[in-house]
Structure formats: C-alpha cells, structure tokens
C-alpha cells in the first residue's frame, strides 16, 4: 500500500526535510519552511501557528513566486510541482 502510494502521489508531497532545491532560488525563499508551514495548517489544524511561522518570514515568502521561471521546482529530484504549492501556500497562510 504504501509503495503504491508513494507511485500515485510522490510527486505531489515536498519532503520538506530535504533541501535539494533550496540554493536554486535566486531570492532565497525557504522552500521546505513554507512547504512544513503548510503542512501545520493544513494537516495538524495549526493554522494560526502557521501564519504566524509564514509571516515571520518577512520578504522571504513566496509573494513573487508567480512571476519566477520556477527554479526551484526545476531542481527538485522528486518532481514535486512546487510553484504552484508555495503560491498556494502564500494564499492559505497570508493573514488578511
Ligand atoms: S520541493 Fe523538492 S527539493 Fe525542494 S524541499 Fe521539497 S522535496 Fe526537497
Ligand atoms: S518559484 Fe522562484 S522565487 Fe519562488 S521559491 Fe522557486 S525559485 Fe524561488
């Protein structure tokens, strides 16, 4: 079951301990921290944690990540689609 999961849904899920793509960014975004941010949010019902965490980083979020050639995601070596996670990410985590 879970070498089956792994085939159907490995590429969607960042490994957020790893690091691979992290000095891909020419901005210097914390992939992996917005991608564990999410994860508080979405999955452990944290979310006020969460936006707390996003926000703590300041001009290092993923605001512009929209307009990016998407480096990041080009250096993963687990096909994750990235970009449009940390966008995604942005909106779910940005306080109104
Ligand atoms: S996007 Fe890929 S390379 Fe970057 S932290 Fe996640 S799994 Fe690692
Ligand atoms: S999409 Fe571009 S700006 Fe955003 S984290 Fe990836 S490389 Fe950095």
């Not at 079951?1 to 960014?25: S, Y």
């Not at 941010?37 to 993923?62: C, H, I």
Request: positive net charge; glycine residues 12%; proline residues 5%.
């Amino acid at each position: 079951m879970l070498a089956e999961g792994r085939k159907t849904f490995g590429d969607l899920n960042c490994r957020i301990g790893c690091t691979h793509c992290q000095g891909a960014c020419p901005r210097g975004i914390p992939v992996n921290s917005i991608m564990r941010y999410e994860y508080y949010f979405r999955a452990q019902g944290r979310e006020k944690a969460a936006m707390a965490d996003y926000a703590g980083l300041g001009a290092r979020n993923a605001a512009d990540c929209a307009d990016c050639p998407g480096y990041c995601e080009a250096a993963c070596p687990h096909g994750v689609p990235i970009q449009g996670k940390l966008l995604l990410a942005h909106d779910r985590l940005t306080m109104a």
